[in-house]
């Protein structure tokens, strides 16, 4: 093949790649392009293949167009492809979209039935809990089942914890049925219902991991805090980072302990800044005093002075006041020398510990 007959097939080649891109059905055109596609197009496939561009902008521009196929087509697979393209569109639809979609889900076939449950899940509100329900409850196919569960977690109350609890028991096809009923358990549920999802706290997927930490601080069950103190150092960032948000939400006496303790052992952990300013939500107090042994809290700074109960290890209190001196005591060890603080511990006992059994962490330094 001679270098000119190459010349014009390659021209020929890239003629035909830009009058493509121009095209409706196959360039990056703008959404007033498609849906004048919507209106040209001859033919399911072309009409389709459309929808689906429609679909991937998620704008709301066609929205009417979207709804009035849902409606008005003949074709099963149009109907289907429009009421999946209404579900992403960002920012919600309206409702009259919204009652094409339950009109759909009423009296369609499976087909587009399943995609109008599915966008009613994304784009719903809470009038469409019926349809939920009746997708749930139906022997319609597991794909049904799934986006009636995600509507029902996303809309529904507390009245539905019979449904979140034995979704947890079914054996899903695809992934995100679980996480969904979990963080709803942890949204409508009451304490005790932390032993229901406990188990997805620890276990190797990490997306329900993540959903049962989300699921934990909604419940602020002080059971589960151990748990969620072992996840601020786990491997997986988006876990660790789940376990700090839900500690947050225990407030200061339950989380606050939690966050000094592994401040005061991580200071090169990327989360000791999020930490920070965590405990200034809280309102913490500037300064606290992890307890290494088990210490006697004393009513003056001096080892002679008249001990007032004893302080566990692990133990927090608050930092009210450092000694201007430093001392020297004497224990099994040998000699130490160092501060006094003056504190008061979570029952709300103030006296004196000396702070070479201490740990003291600063809460925004």
Known sequence: MNSKLIKIIFSKALLIICMASLHPLYGAESEDVLLKGLDDARTDPELILLLQKIA???????????????????????????????????????????TALEQAFKIDDKYVREKAIESLAKTGDRSSLPFFLEGYNEKSGMNMKYWALIGIARYGGKEHMTIFTESLNINWEKGGAREAAIEA??????????????????GSEASLVISSLRAAGSLKNP??????????????????????????????????????????????????????????????????AIAKEDINLRSEPTERSNIKKLIRKDSIAVVLKKEPRRYIITDKSGEMEDYWYHVKDDEGHTGFLFGGYLTIVNSYD
Do not use: C
């Open 185 to 202: 358990i942890g949204r409508f549920g009451i304490m005790n219902n932390w032993a229901l999802i406990k188990s997805y706290s620890t």
């Open 56 to 98: 991937s902008m998620g704008t709301g521009k066609s929205e009417k167009k979207l709804a009035d196929l849902l409606k008005n087509s003949e074709s099963s697979k149009v109907r289907s492809s429009a009421a999946y393209a209404l579900g992403e569109i960002k920012g919600g639809i309206s409702v009259t979209s919204r």
């Open 223 to 288: 059971d589960s805090l151990d748990v969620i103190e072992k996840q601020l150092s786990h491997g997986n960032s988006l876990v660790a980072k789940e376990a700090l948000e839900a500690l947050g939400q225990f407030g200061i006496k339950y989380g606050m302990p939690v966050l000094i303790r592994f401040k005061a052992g991580n200071q090169d952990n990327p989360l000791v800044e999020n930490i920070k300013g965590i405990l200034k939500k809280m309102n913490a107090e500037k300064q606290y």
